[in-house]
């Protein structure tokens, strides 16, 4: 079955950047799409961005500007640049593949 491993999460300092990726197993982004979701503590599950079967993104208001969804279709890889990272952005963060996929999470701490 397909797997989903995220990495490059961890602690940062407000307005400095992170990548994180989603390495994916057996995965075809142009049969699924693809999207990254977070889950802060008290809070439910919200998806920031996602990426359709053609190519097509799509970012939360609150993270436009500074957060940006991608894939590299050859390595079955989905990425999310994060930049100017705020303390609200502090979450765990999810890698998912339609329709009911999910990776184990990686942590990404925003604090001075």
């Known amino acids: 079955q397909v797997q989903l491993v995220e990495s490059g999460g961890g602690l940062v300092q407000p307005g400095g950047s992170l990548r994180l990726s989603c390495a994916a197993s057996r995965t075809i982004f142009s049969i699924y799409a693809m999207g990254w979701y977070r889950q802060a503590p008290g809070k439910q599950r919200e998806l920031v961005a996602a990426i359709t079967k053609s190519g097509s993104t799509f970012h939360a208001d609150s993270v436009k500007g500074r957060f940006t969804i991608s894939r590299d279709n050859a390595k079955n890889t989905l990425n999310l640049q994060m930049n100017s990272l705020k303390p609200e952005n502090t979450a765990v963060y999810y890698c998912?593949?339609?329709?009911?996929?999910w990776g184990q999470g990686t942590q990404v701490a925003v604090s001075s």
């Open positions: 998912k593949q339609e329709p009911a996929t």
